[in-house]
C-alpha cells in the first residue's frame, strides 16, 4: 500500500509540476491576447467605456464574453446586432426601448460617457471568442425568413425587432404587434407619419419616437409596404 | 474544548450565520425577479440583489473557515493561541469591512467584476485583515508542541486562498485580461485551495467523529489533496475557452478540468469508507450526517454537475447561462456551506456545553436543508436547459425565453422555501446553543 510519505511526494510533484506548466502557458497567452483582442483598436474610450461598465456594475445583470449574471441579455454581440443608436437610447431610457418588459436601472449618463460604453462594446464584439456565442444550428425561422421581401433595411434587425416580430424572428410577445403583413393594412402615408412619431398618430402608444431621418424613413416606408 | 482560545470560533460561526440569513433573503428577492415580480427595483435592483447575495456567500464561508482554523488549530496543535486578543479584533474588522462592502451595493458602490465586487478601498482592508489571521494561525503552528498533516493543510490552504486574493486585485484595460486574472481568484479558491481547506476539515473531523487511525486519514488528504491541484490548476483552462485567449485552452482546459472530478470522488469514497472502517460511535450524529453528506453532494454538485458542462463542445452551449447557476449552487452548498455547518455542528456543543446537536430541530434542518437544495437545483436545471435550448439553439430572443421559463422561477422559489425553512431551523438551533462557556474550558465532553 501508499506510504504517508510517498502521497505527499505525489502531491507535491503533481503541484510544482502542474503550476510550472501552467504559468509557461499563461506568459504565452499574454503574448498572444494583443492578436486575438484587436488591442491596436483598443481606445481610450473603449477603455472608459470598461470602467464604467465595471464602476455600474452592468455584469450584475448581464453577462459579457459569457460572464456575469443570467437576469439580462449578452452584450459582447449587442454592439453588431442593435448598433449604436439603439445601445445610446438603450442608455438614455431603457423603459422607453423595451416598455413593460423586465427592468434596467435608468442611468444619468453624459453623452461622452455614453459613447464610452458605445465604443466598449463595439471592441468586445470584435474580439476572436473561439467561436462564442454558437450559431443558433437549430433555427427553424430561416425559411419563413426567405418568403419576405429581399433588401430588408439592417435597421428593422438592429431596433425593430426588439418589440416587434417579422417571419418568426424578433420578439415574439411584444410589445408590439407583428409586422407581417402591414403594408395591406395601412398606406404609405401612414407609415410615413407613423414612423416619423408614433405619439402624434396615436397619443399614449408604447411605440417610441426612434428619432429616425428621413432617408431611412423612406427606405422603411417602401419595405414594410411591400410586406403584404 | 481543551483551549480558552478556542472560544473565538463561536463568533467567527455566529457572523458567519447573520451572513447566511442575509445571503437567502436576498436570494429570494433574485427568484422573485426572475419570476416577473421585480418590485423592489427602484431600491434594489438586481444587480444590488445578486452582489449582496454572493459576496455574503463568500463572506460566511470565509468567516466559517476562519473560525473553523480558530476551533482546530489550537486542538491539533495542543497550545492556545499566541494573541487571542488579536483574534477579536481581526473578528470585528473583518465584521465592519463586510458589512461597509454590502451597504456599499445599496449605493452603486463596487467593482462589478463578479464575485470580486468589493470595492478597491475596500479590498486593502481584506488584505491586511487577512495578514492578522495568517499571523495568528501561522504563528501558533510554529510555536506548536506538535505538526500534523491536518494543520499544515488547512494552514497551506488559507494561506494560498490569501495569496490567491492578489490577482484580483490587478489593474486591466482589458476585458480579456481582467477577466483572466478574475478566474485565478474564483477558479484556483474554488477548484483549488478552497478544497485542502475543505479536505483538512473534513478529515478532522472524521478522525474525531469515526476515530479512524489518523495516519490512514491523513495519507488519504495527500492523495486528495494531490488530485486537487493535478487536475485543478490546469483545469482553469475551463474557463479560458471563450473569453479571447488562445484556442489550445479548448484542448487543456477540457482534459484536465475533467480529470478534477476524481478528487472530490476520493473524498465521498474515503468519508464512506471511513465511516464503516472507524471504531468510535461518537454521540454527535448530526455533525458526522453533514460531513458525510458534504463529502457525498459536493461530488454530485461540483464533480458530476461540473463535469455536465466542462467539455468545451457543450460549454459553448452553456456558457453564461442559467446551467451555470445550477452547478454553482449544488456545488457551493454541497462542499463549502456543509463542510462549514458539519464543523459548527461538531463544535457548538464543545463550545457551549448544551447538548443540541440531536435535537428534533437539528434533524429537520439538515433533511429539508439539504432536500430543499437539491430541488432548488433541479429547479435551475430545467431552467437552464430550457433556456440553452431555446436561446442558443433555436436562437428565439433573450427576453422571450426568460418569459417562457418564468415557470420554472416558481419551482425554485417553493424549492427555496423548503431549502430556507431548514436553514431556520439550523440557525434557531445555534442561537438556542447560547453562548460559549469558560466551564466547558479542558472539558472532554463531546470532544
Ligand atoms: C433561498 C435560497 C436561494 C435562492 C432563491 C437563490 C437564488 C439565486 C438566484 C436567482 C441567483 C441569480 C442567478 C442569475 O444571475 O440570474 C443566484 C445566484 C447564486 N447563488 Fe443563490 N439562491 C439561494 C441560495 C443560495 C445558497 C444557499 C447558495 C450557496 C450555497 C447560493 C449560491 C449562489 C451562487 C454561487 C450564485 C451565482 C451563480 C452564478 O453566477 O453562476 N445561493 N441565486
Ligand atoms: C466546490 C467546487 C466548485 C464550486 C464551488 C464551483 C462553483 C462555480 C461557480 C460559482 C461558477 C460560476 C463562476 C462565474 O461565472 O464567475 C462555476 C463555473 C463553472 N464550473 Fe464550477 N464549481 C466547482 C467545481 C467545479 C468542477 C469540479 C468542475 C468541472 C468538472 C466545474 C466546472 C465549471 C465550469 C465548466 C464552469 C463555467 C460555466 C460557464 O461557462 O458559464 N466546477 N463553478
Ligand atoms: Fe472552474
Known amino acids: ?228 | 474544548m481543551k483551549y480558552n482560545s478556542q472560544k473565538v470560533a463561536y463568533w467567527f460561526f455566529a457572523l458567519s450565520m447573520l451572513l447566511f440569513g442575509i445571503q437567502i433573503t436576498y436570494g429570494f428577492i433574485m427568484g422573485f425577479a426572475h419570476m416577473g415580480f421585480d418590485v423592489l427595483h427602484g431600491w434594489i435592483p438586481f444587480n444590488t440583489a445578486r452582489a449582496v447575495h454572493t459576496n455574503c456567500l463568500v463572506m460566511w464561508l470565509l468567516s466559517g473557515f476562519m473560525g473553523a482554523a480558530y476551533f482546530i488549530i489550537p486542538d491539533e496543535c495542543e497550545r492556545e493561541l499566541i494573541n487571542p486578543k488579536l483574534a477579536y479584533v481581526q473578528l470585528i474588522s473583518f465584521a465592519i469591512v463586510g458589512v461597509i462592502a454590502l451597504i456599499g451595493f445599496h449605493f452603486n458602490w463596487w467593482e462589478g467584476r463578479k464575485f470580486l465586487e468589493i470595492p478597491r478601498p475596500l479590498d486593502y482592508l481584506v488584505v491586511i485583515n487577512v495578514l492578522i489571521f495568517i499571523y495568528l494561525i501561522g504563528g501558533t503552528i510554529w510555536k506548536a508542541k506538535r505538526y500534523t498533516t491536518t494543520s499544515i493543510v488547512l494552514f497551506f490552504g488559507l494561506l494560498m486562498a490569501a495569496l490567491l486574493y492578489l490577482p484580483g486585485m490587478l489593474n486591466t484595460v482589458s476585458q480579456t485580461v481582467d477577466s483572466f486574472w478574475r478566474w485565478w481568484v474564483v477558479h484556483l479558491w474554488v477548484e483549488g485551495v478552497w478544497e485542502l481547506i475543505m479536505g483538512a476539515i473534513l478529515s478532522y473531523l472524521l478522525i474525531k467523529l469515526t476515530g479512524v487511525d489518523r495516519e490512514i486519514a491523513e495519507k488519504w488528504l495527500y492523495v486528495i489533496v494531490g488530485f486537487t491541484f493535478l487536475s485543478g490548476i490546469l483545469g482553469t483552462g475551463h474557463h479560458y475557452y471563450y473569453i479571447g485567449t488562445p484556442k489550445y485552452w479548448l484542448i487543456i482546459g477540457g482534459v484536465f478540468s475533467a480529470l478534477e472530478p476524481l478528487a472530490f470522488l476520493g473524498m465521498a469514497i474515503y468519508a464512506v469508507k471511513v465511516k464503516n472502517l472507524g471504531e468510535r460511535n461518537h454521540p454527535n450524529k448530526m455533525a458526522l450526517a453533514w460531513s458525510i453528506g458534504c463529502a457525498i453532494l459536493s461530488f454530485v454538485g461540483a464533480g458530476f454537475l461540473g463535469f455536465a458542462h466542462t467539455l468545451p463542445q457543450v460549454n459553448l452551449y452553456t456558457h453564461g447561462t442559467l446551467v451555470t447557476a445550477m452547478h454553482g449552487h449544488l456545488a457551493f452548498w454541497g462542499a463549502y456551506a456543509m463542510i462549514v455547518i458539519a464543523l459548527i455542528t461538531y463544535a457548538l456543543p464543545q463550545l457551549t456545553g448544551r447538548k443540541l446537536h440531536d435535537s428534533k430541530l437539528g434533524v429537520f434542518a439538515f433533511w429539508s436543508a439539504n432536500i430543499g437544495m437539491i430541488m432548488m437545483t433541479i429547479a435551475f436545471g430545467i431552467a437552464g436547459v430550457a433556456q440553452v435550448y431555446l436561446e442558443r439553439k433555436l436562437g428565439l430572443e433573450f427576453l422571450s425565453v426568460q418569459s417562457e421559463i418564468e415557470v420554472h422561477f416558481l419551482g425554485l422559489v417553493l424549492a427555496a422555501l423548503v431549502f430556507s425553512s431548514g436553514c431556520i431551523a439550523f440557525i434557531w438551533n445555534f442561537v438556542k446553543h447560547g453562548m460559549p462557556r469558560d466551564t466547558q474550558i479542558g472539558s472532554k465532553v463531546y470532544e
Not at chain 1, 464602476?55 to 459582447?76: D, K, R, S, V
Not at chain 1, 464584439?125 to 421581401?149: A, H, M, T
Not at chain 1, 395601412?186 to 428621413?214: A, C, F, I
Request: hydrophobic residues 35%.
Open chain 1, 1 to 228: 500500500m501508499l506510504s504517508k510519505k510517498s502521497a505527499r511526494t505525489f502531491f507535491i510533484a503533481g503541484t510544482v509540476i502542474t503550476f510550472g506548466c501552467f504559468i509557461v502557458l499563461t506568459i504565452d497567452t499574454f503574448k498572444k491576447i494583443p492578436a486575438q483582442t484587436n488591442q491596436h483598436n483598443l481606445s481610450e474610450s473603449a477603455i472608459r467605456g470598461k470602467h464604467l461598465f465595471d464602476q455600474n456594475n452592468c455584469m450584475g445583470c448581464h453577462t459579457i464574453m459569457g460572464e456575469g449574471a443570467y437576469y439580462a441579455p449578452e452584450l459582447t454581440k449587442t454592439y453588431e446586432k442593435r448598433g449604436a443608436k439603439f445601445i445610446e437610447m438603450m442608455l438614455t431610457d431603457p423603459e422607453k426601448m423595451f416598455p413593460g418588459k423586465r427592468k434596467m436601472v435608468k442611468y444619468n449618463f453624459t453623452a461622452q460617457e455614453k459613447q464610452d460604453l458605445i465604443a466598449f462594446l463595439k471592441w468586445v464584439g470584435e474580439i476572436d471568442l473561439n467561436g462564442f456565442p454558437p450559431k443558433p444550428d437549430l433555427q427553424v425561422s430561416q425559411q419563413s425568413v426567405s418568403n419576405l421581401p429581399g433588401n430588408q433595411p439592417s435597421i428593422i434587425q438592429d431596433m425593430c425587432m426588439s418589440c416587434h416580430s417579422l417571419g418568426g424572428q424578433g420578439s415574439q410577445e411584444g410589445p408590439g404587434p407583428a409586422l407581417d403583413g402591414v403594408g395591406s393594412k395601412y398606406g404609405v402615408e401612414y407609415l410615413r407619419r407613423w414612423l416619423s412619431n408614433p405619439e402624434e398618430v396615436k397619443p399614449g402608444t408604447e411605440m417610441p419616437n426612434l428619432e429616425l431621418d428621413k432617408e431611412t424613413i423612406d427606405e422603411l416606408v417602401s419595405y414594410l409596404s411591400k410586406l403584404k
